[in-house]
């Protein structure tokens, strides 16, 4: 699928742990570096491996962690540890990617930073995102489109306005007004 240009961010942070920030984003770049085995053993990819490192620094300035690119993944925060996970998927030049509950964890400054590194990845790049995600905040504040699923069920699509004042979306979320007597 990735081959394809469909990249996806997972609801736990999945990062190499020992690899520094720098190296994490490098692994994204996977996709677009073509460099084969005997290239790799004879150094005849020194131009690929340049160009995923110019990549993978531009990602990680995107995300404002240029500053800790040698700094090991296990060190950073929370947040910075998801943002780290967005760069990654971002160095893998989606097409289309998924983001799996990306503000779980986050307190809401984190959660502001990450939705302002959304809507920029959104309004600067040829990239549709499909966002995942419980924050009803971050969900209104960030998308033209919004599905509605309720127990695995589709329950309505439409603008965030159209969601927001749905009396079928407000009776599954917020519960009808008879039960709270």
Do not use: W
């Amino acid at each position: 699928m990735a081959q394809r240009g469909l990249i996806r961010t997972f609801q736990g942070t999945t990062l190499f742990q020992e690899f520094s920030v720098i190296d994490n984003v490098r692994v994204g770049c996977h996709r677009s570096a073509g460099s084969g085995f005997i290239s790799r053993i004879t150094g005849g990819d020194a131009s690929v491996e340049r160009e995923a490192d110019k990549k993978a620094r531009a990602a990680l300035e995107l995300f404002d962690l240029g500053q800790l690119a040698d700094e090991p993944a296990s060190s950073l925060p929370h947040g910075h540890q998801r943002a780290l996970g967005m760069a990654v998927a971002l160095a893998a030049d989606p097409a289309l990617i998924l983001l799996d509950e990306p503000f779980t964890g986050m307190n809401p400054e984190e959660t502001r930073r990450m939705m302002d590194h959304v809507r920029r990845i959104r309004d600067e790049r040829d990239i549709t995102i499909m966002l995942v995600e419980h924050d009803m905040q971050a969900v209104m504040g960030l998308c033209e489109r919004i599905t509605v699923m309720n127990f695995g069920q589709f329950l309505m699509e439409g603008s965030p306005q159209e969601i927001a004042n749905d009396p079928r979306v407000i009776e599954a979320y917020l519960g009808r007004t008879d039960d709270a007597a």
